[in-house]
């Protein structure tokens, strides 16, 4: 049965993997949007979630802890801020908004339940607003920035909700990035990069559900029947 479940979440992740990247492509080459975000944030996105989804499964479905295995995703946060704060992307106004958003998404998910989210969280926080005393932009649309921050965060919410009864449901939330993308709405640029996100994050789950199915199968096949 479990087994079941998982091809079945897989399948549905498959799907949205799919029509995310087909959408990422023609954004990228149909409406130019690499002029307004350059590759390497692109590529930084890429990474970041992609740390997101192994310290996810590894903090709330891997069985078998290490401390090394911890050490080093304690130690990974760290160093990608580090190589953040190099390529400049917490100087990017649209990457501040996107790391806000995703603070107060997971916060009212109540996904911040683990001492690494804890720390990880605030230690963005900081950053944020480190480097927003340092170019002070946000004053000067903070209304808009208001209104943008919270209408992705109420379509999270709803998306999330729905996506519990099926993983298909959070097309909702890629159709209406896309469609703010193609028109160019305030901030699309960090629409962009939050569509991005699904790519690693939808790969590695997969992937991370294969491992997790090959285990059960291997544990199955390593019990001795019960005598009777």
Same mark, same amino acid.
């Given at each position: ?22 959408? #990422? !492509?023609?954004? /990228?080459? *149909?409406?130019? $949007? %690499? ?7 692109? @590529?930084?996105? +890429? ?55 995703? #603070? !107060?998404?997971? /916060?009212? *998910?109540?996904? $911040? %339940? ?7 969280? @605030?230690?963005? +926080? ?103």
């Amino acid at each position: 049965m479990k087994e079941t479940l998982i091809r079945l979440e897989n399948s549905q992740r498959a799907i949205n993997l799919l029509i995310q990247a087909v959408l #990422i !492509i023609v954004l /990228l080459f *149909g409406y130019g $949007i %690499d002029t307004a975000v350059p590759f390497k944030f692109i @590529v930084w996105q +890429l990474v970041h979630f992609s740390l997101i989804a192994i310290s996810d499964f590894y903090f709330d479905d891997y069985p078998h802890k290490r401390a090394s295995l911890t050490a080093a995703l304690y130690l990974s946060f760290p160093l990608f801020i580090i190589y953040s704060i190099s390529i400049g992307a917490f100087d990017e106004l649209f990457i501040r908004i996107h790391i806000i958003i995703i #603070i !107060i998404g997971s /916060l009212l *998910g109540n996904k $911040i %339940d683990q001492p690494f989210w804890k720390i990880l969280s @605030v230690a963005y +926080l900081l950053i944020v607003v480190l480097f927003e005393f340092k170019n002070n932009e946000i004053q000067s649309v903070l209304m808009m920035v208001t209104l943008y921050t919270l209408g992705s965060i109420f379509l999270v919410a709803i998306t999330e909700r729905l996506s519990e009864i099926n993983r298909n449901f959070w097309i909702i939330n890629v159709a209406a990035l896309f469609i703010w993308i193609t028109f160019k709405g305030p901030f699309y640029e960090q629409s962009f990069i939050y569509l991005v996100a699904g790519i690693p994050y939808e790969s590695s789950k997969i992937l991370f559900n294969h491992l997790l199915s090959d285990q059960s199968t291997v544990n199955n096949d390593h019990q001795v029947p019960a005598s009777g």
